[in-house]
């Protein structure tokens, strides 16, 4: 029998191995990080020691409790770290492991792939000490350092203010913060936000702690440049006010978290445009079922929930496959985290009214801004392939190989699809949807294969 | 209602080439392109610009393209990175050697200058080439270019000659009325035209058969993959004697290489699939050993017409006088669509190609029956 497989040991993939096994399935967990925990829960390496409340504050019970839970659940299921999944087919997943390639069937799938930073570029973000605010904290939490000695965070969503907070913590240099989004919106955003008081309130503490530590905050802030030789010397931002300088050696910015969404593309998943995640994502049910009768989704990688939604959303589409394969389940616990998940639904578009995406970023970046790193595409040569006649977004890049380099549009789609939207005056969701290749991420040469 | 000289279903680079030369030649034309032009084959191919290895009966045409290519910046405005860097065609075994001996004498007389390499010569000019090696054949004046910008710039040049090109814009219903073609679109376009034109790629057979000649096409899916940007090191573009790999790297420093089948998503999407990517992987380290530890950071496939003798169908209908068929290059049509679009236009501006079409005629299926 092929076995059910799960993509991703973060919270979402976690609870549903868990769940699975609770019913005496044995599946099979996927997962890319040596460590499972997923991004929020990331594990340091072995060899260190640092207590849990440390690295996870406020979430440390929840971190502990997941963790132990793969732990005890090692023996019960087959649990591959350090696996990629570089590919997928119509019923078989295609994997990397210690340079060794390998394939395995599956009968139900579950992705459970996550999320990364969304990126905005501004002038100068290619410059050593410039981080997505993602890798920030991935550099405190996973090896204990940080990104430089005087930090400005930038950007916005919830991660701006905690990893901040993270940050000075730990007894790093924070300059300031700049928060894109407006005061007045985070007001307007109060109702939907009450939806969830105690995550509310982390989010109140964080920027309130960083206040009380004397540590500057600004809304409505943009962040205009950053310059530097070797490295990041200085930046400027604006507000109301006008245009201002402050020195520093390292950045840490972003705006929001975008889903990791390829394998559910490759998978042949159908996609559709969400206006609150501001991006195409793969249709589930309320299950997570997918438009595919074998795949299943789960967590941020189908829609950014954040990891409480994500472990419930991981145990809901277990039950799914469980329910699909014939296992008796309990409709109240159903019932009862889909009630949940469309509570934490109501928050999230609270959050996305207090962090409000800069629409105008398009209009204000610059010719010279780099866009794609990768294969070094600026915005004002998206611009002219746009003004060449081209608007679809394969197509463009096609044209100008923006999206085309080692990430593959992971880190430059959505900054590359907001620069053709705004010079093609079309809406962001008008101008297609880059289409996912294999492999999800590089792929050596000279690989040995499992036969 | 849109009357034209001649009507072309299919904006890849065969369509657009006879668009272009149609309209340089004061044609009114029409190109009707379902996507957008040069999008399938034309746009994703390994962009391979080769006359090397190509059955005999093709290379007077191919020559044409030849000096067609040369001309590139003229005739469509940009140079599409095409680099006559030389075509290196490998042997892995002494058997192989002997097959491109054999085509080198028996290619002479059609301009293709090919050089024969042993072993020593192969190590002392191309030091990059692997030890499974035993000797190439070398054309010095074949090359490679970039499909992605080469194939949509035929089809803006015959837009700044006149022509009119619609995108998005798929033939829905083609009839003849006795005088002339009236075609359909599912745009809800209306044309007419004593000319049309199918080069529809692999899904040309439909309109073929619409006509009482069906052919016996399949669509075929040749594997891609590209680097990350590495040191310059390949001054050829290489295939192998008997097939299964091909290597070429770009100025940027990627090397694109192909081998394999990939598999049909649907009618008109096509992945390279595992396998394809994994046998790349494998074998191109033994031909090209500098790409040892380097990383493949995407992969593709495209969707090629392809008959059973490999040879693609150029000219008249048998069935239907003003029909002109080009199809089914069976994985090679992108060095010599140009020319293609050019013998098209002879056709129909001097009444016959200046090159002999006669091996690619629709008849040579009318005796075999198709399932
Ligand atoms: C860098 C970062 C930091 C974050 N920090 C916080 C935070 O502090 N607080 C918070 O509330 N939210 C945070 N988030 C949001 C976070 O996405 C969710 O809170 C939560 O981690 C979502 O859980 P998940 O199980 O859906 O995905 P994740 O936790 O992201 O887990 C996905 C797992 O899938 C694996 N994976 C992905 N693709 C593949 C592949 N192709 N092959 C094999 N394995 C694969 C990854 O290695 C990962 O372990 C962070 C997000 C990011 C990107
Ligand atoms: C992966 C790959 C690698 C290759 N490598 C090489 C190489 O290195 N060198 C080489 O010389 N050749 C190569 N080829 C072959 C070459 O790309 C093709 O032979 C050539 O591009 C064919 O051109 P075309 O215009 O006939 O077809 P296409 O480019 O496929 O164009 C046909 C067009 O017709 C359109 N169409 C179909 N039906 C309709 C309709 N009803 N209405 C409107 N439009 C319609 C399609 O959308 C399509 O754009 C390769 C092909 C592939 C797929």
Redesign the interface.
């Known amino acids: 029998m092929k076995p059910v497989v799960i993509i991703g040991a973060g919270p979402a993939g976690i609870r549903a191995a868990q769940t699975l096994v609770a019913q005496g399935v044995r599946p099979v967990l996927l997962d890319e990080a040596a460590r499972g925990g997923g991004q929020i829960y990331r594990r340091q390496p072995a060899n260190f020691k640092r207590s849990a409340v440390k690295l996870y504050g406020f979430e440390a019970r929840k971190a502990k409790a997941l963790h132990q839970t793969l732990d005890t659940l090692r023996e019960q299921l087959d649990y591959r770290p350090d696996t990629l999944v570089w ?1 997928a ?1 119509a019923d ?1 997943l ?1 994997t990397l492991h210690e340079g060794r ?1 390998a ?1 395995i069937e599956f009968s139900r799938v579950i992705v459970a792939t996550g999320a990364t930073d969304r990126i905005l570029p501004v002038q100068g973000w290619t410059l050593p000490g410039v981080y997505s605010l993602g890798a920030a904290q991935i550099a405190l939490k996973f090896q204990g350092c940080a990104i430089g000695e005087r930090v400005v965070f930038a950007g916005s969503g919830p991660l701006l203010y905690l990893v901040a907070y993270q940050y000075a913590k730990a007894g790093a240099k924070v300059v300031a913060v700049l928060d894109s989004s407006p005061f007045s919106a985070q007001v307007r955003a109060l109702p939907g936000l009450l939806s969830q008081p105690a995550t509310l309130a982390k989010g109140i503490y964080y920027r309130s702690w960083l206040s009380a530590h004397g540590i500057p905050v600004h809304q409505g802030a943009t962040l205009q440049r950053i310059d530097g030789e070797q490295r990041v010397r200085s930046l400027n931002w604006s507000d109301a006010k006008g245009e201002h300088q402050l020195a520093c050696d390292a950045v840490a910015f972003a705006h929001g978290l975008r889903s990791e969404t390829q394998l559910a593309d ?1 998978l ?1 998943c159908e996609f559709a445009w969400n206006p609150l995640n501001r991006a195409w994502l793969p249709q589930r049910d309320r299950a997570g079922r997918s438009s595919v009768a074998e795949v299943y989704l789960a967590g941020d990688g189908a829609g950014i929930m954040g990891a409480d939604a994500a472990e419930m959303a991981g145990e809901r589409a277990a039950l799914a496959v469980l329910e699909d394969n014939g296992h008796p389940i309990a409709p109240q616990r159903c019932v009862q985290l889909e009630q949940s998940l469309t509570r934490i639904n109501t928050f999230r578009k609270g959050l996305e009214q207090a962090f409000i995406f800069p629409e105008h970023w398009a209009a204000n970046t610059a010719d010279e801004v780099m866009i794609c790193r990768c294969e070094e595409v600026r915005a004002g040569d998206i611009r002219q392939v746009v003004r ?3 608007w ?1 977004i394969n ?1 463009v890049k ?2 100008c190989r923006a999206g ?3 990430c ?1 549009g992971r880190m430059c789609g959505a900054a590359t699809a907001e620069i053709i939207a705004g010079e093609s005056q079309r809406a962001v969701s008008q101008i297609g949807r880059l289409r996912a ?3 999800v991420k ?6 040995e ?1 499992e036969s | 209602m849109i009357e034209v000289d001649a009507i072309i279903i299919g904006g890849g680079i065969v369509g657009a080439s006879a668009a272009l030369f149609l309209s340089k030649a004061g044609r009114r034309v029409a190109l009707l392109e379902r996507d957008f032009c040069g999008s399938h084959s034309s746009g994703v191919n390994y962009g391979g610009v080769r006359r090397q290895g190509r059955p005999l009966s093709q290379l007077p045409l191919s020559q044409r393209a030849h000096e067609i290519w040369g001309q590139l910046p003229q005739l469509i405005g940009i140079d599409g990175e095409y680099q006559r860097s030389g075509h290196l065609k490998l042997a892995r075994s002494l058997d192989d050697l002997r097959a491109l001996q054999d085509y080198a004498a028996s290619s002479q007389g059609f301009g293709l200058d090919l050089q024969l390499l042993d072993r020593t010569e192969l190590r002392a000019r191309f030091p990059w080439v692997g030890d499974v090696a035993v000797g190439a054949s070398y054309c010095p004046d074949d090359g490679h270019a970039n499909p992605r910008l080469v194939s949509p710039a035929f089809a803006q040049a015959a837009r700044r000659h006149g022509a009119q090109v619609h995108e998005q814009c798929a033939v829905s219903a083609v009839e003849h009325d006795g005088q002339r073609f009236r075609v359909s679109s599912q745009s809800g376009l209306e044309l007419h035209a004593p000319w049309l034109l199918n080069c529809a790629g692999a899904w040309a057979g439909r309109l073929a058969e619409q006509f009482g000649e069906a052919v016996p096409m399949h669509a075929g899916h040749p594997a891609m993959l590209v680097t990350e940007p590495l040191p310059l090191v390949m001054n050829a573009s290489t295939g192998v004697e008997g097939g299964g790999i091909y290597a070429r790297q770009v100025a940027r420093g990627n090397c694109v290489l192909g081998g394999g089948q990939g598999f049909a998503l649907d009618a008109a999407r096509a992945r390279p699939g595992q396998q394809a990517v994994i046998e790349i992987l494998r074998q191109a380290v033994e031909l090209y050993p500098f790409l040892e530890g380097a990383q493949a950071i995407r992969t593709w496939s495209g969707t090629e017409g392809y008959l059973p003798d490999r040879q693609p169908v150029i000219g008249h209908s048998s069935t239907q006088p003003g029909l002109l068929h080009a199809f089914g290059f069976a994985g090679a049509g992108f060095q010599i669509g140009p020319a293609v679009g050019q013998a098209l236009t002879e056709i129909i501006c001097n009444g016959a190609p200046s090159t002999s079409l006669d091996a690619f005629s629709i008849t040579r299926f009318h005796s075999i029956s198709v399932a």
Do not use: C, K, S
């Not at chain 1, 590089?442 to 690989?447: A, E, I, T, Y």
């Open positions: 590919n087919e078989a295609d390639a394939r490759l042949g060449e006649g081209h679809e197509r096609a044209h085309m380099g080692r593959q290749q294999a492999p590089p792929l050596p040469f000279g690989l294969v």
